[in-house]
């Protein structure tokens, strides 16, 4: 029994000694941490009346010298999934705002970490990059281009880094957009007071997405501070308020549900929801949803797409009682 005890006791040791570090002993942050001190990253701390947030968070701050629209993965000529979404690379891991299972938390492994988004300044290059996308011969109107809607939050750090302000002018003009194209933000922030600064007539071709769920299913998806368990992110009741702000600010609204997640009781969660939603008299023009998705159990991913045909008759039937 004692040297069983003793056994698992070395064991809890090695962990504790070993958590956190590769396997050449080096932390695991090693990589974050020599941006840092070789002076290519720096932290900020950005203060709650900034972003909105309850609290300050920090995020790193850098400038991005390539690929700063990126296109791989919005869809290609073989899926149903057209090849029309590019996104300005404003930002690059997980946002900050701590969904769980967020695709961004590992997506660059060591390189990003994941409670502190790296947020890129050189505003003038996606400025610039922008002007030549919108120019560029293979243009079609249905192109878009969205505002960190992959790898980042569209309004977030919009008081920090303003692109949507920066860019409304220039999707306005009809010389240097002569397509029409549109600007894509997503948001999960209430942060649509930044929309007001742009001009009425600067507002026609911006889209303001909002990425929203039922209150109960926005609690077990979204993130939380990890002291207090208070979620990250504001009530459903004030998002919604902020979307009616940007719809009466004579912006387009569209929402994004996803991921749909069907715990007891979801039916009447969602009906609620869309009630809610026509009561304040919000029309969204677009309704995109999104199963819950599981790059590992790819089994069960299978099994939601299935799942979802139903759900998505149910919300049909819903949005049209409520139409
Ligand atoms: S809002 Fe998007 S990018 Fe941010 S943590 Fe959630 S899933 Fe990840």
Redesign the pocket.
């Given at each position: 029994m004692i040297e069983l005890a003793n056994a698992s006791q070395k064991r809890a040791e090695v962990n504790v000694r070993q958590i956190g570090r590769t396997a050449e002993g080096r932390t695991i942050d090693w990589y974050t941490i020599e941006q840092v001190q070789n002076g290519a990253w720096r932290e900020e701390e950005i203060a709650q009346d900034i972003s909105g947030l309850s609290r300050p968070i920090t995020v790193y701050r850098s400038s991005r010298k390539t690929n700063l629209i990126v296109y791989d993965w919005h869809g290609d000529k073989q899926t149903f999934c057209p090849p029309m979404w590019w996104d300005l690379a404003i930002g690059s891991g997980?946002?900050?705002?701590?969904?769980r299972a967020?695709?961004?938390?590992l997506t660059h492994r060591i390189k990003r970490d994941p409670s502190r988004h790296l947020l890129y300044d050189n505003l003038d290059d996606f400025l610039h990059v922008s002007e030549k996308w919108l120019l560029h011969p293979s243009r079609r109107r249905q192109h878009t281009l969205g505002v960190g809607i992959d790898?980042?939050?569209s309004l977030l750090y919009e008081g920090v880094v303003p692109h949507v302000r920066n860019l409304a002018p220039l999707f306005s003009d009809s010389i240097r957009n002569p397509n029409g194209n549109k600007l894509i933000l997503l948001t999960?922030t209430a942060n649509t007071h930044f929309l007001a600064d742009i001009l009425p007539t600067h507002r026609a071709k911006i889209v303001a997405s909002f990425?929203l769920n039922p209150e109960s299913i926005a609690d077990l998806w979204?993130?939380k501070w990890p002291d207090t368990g208070e979620r990250i992110t504001h009530p459903i009741s004030q998002r919604l308020e902020a979307v009616k702000y940007a719809q009466d600010l004579g912006f387009e609204a569209r929402v994004r549900v996803d991921p749909i997640l069907t715990p007891e009781n979801w039916e009447e969660q969602y009906a609620s929801f869309i009630a809610d939603v026509k009561n304040i008299g919000i029309n969204f023009r677009y309704w995109t949803l999104g199963t819950y998705r599981d790059s590992v159990e790819y089994g069960s991913m299978l099994f939601i797409s299935a799942f979802c045909c139903s759900w998505i008759s149910f919300v049909t039937r819903k949005l049209e009682e409520y139409r």
């Open positions: 997980a946002c900050g705002l701590g969904c967020c695709f961004l938390m790898r980042s939050d999960k990425s979204e993130g």
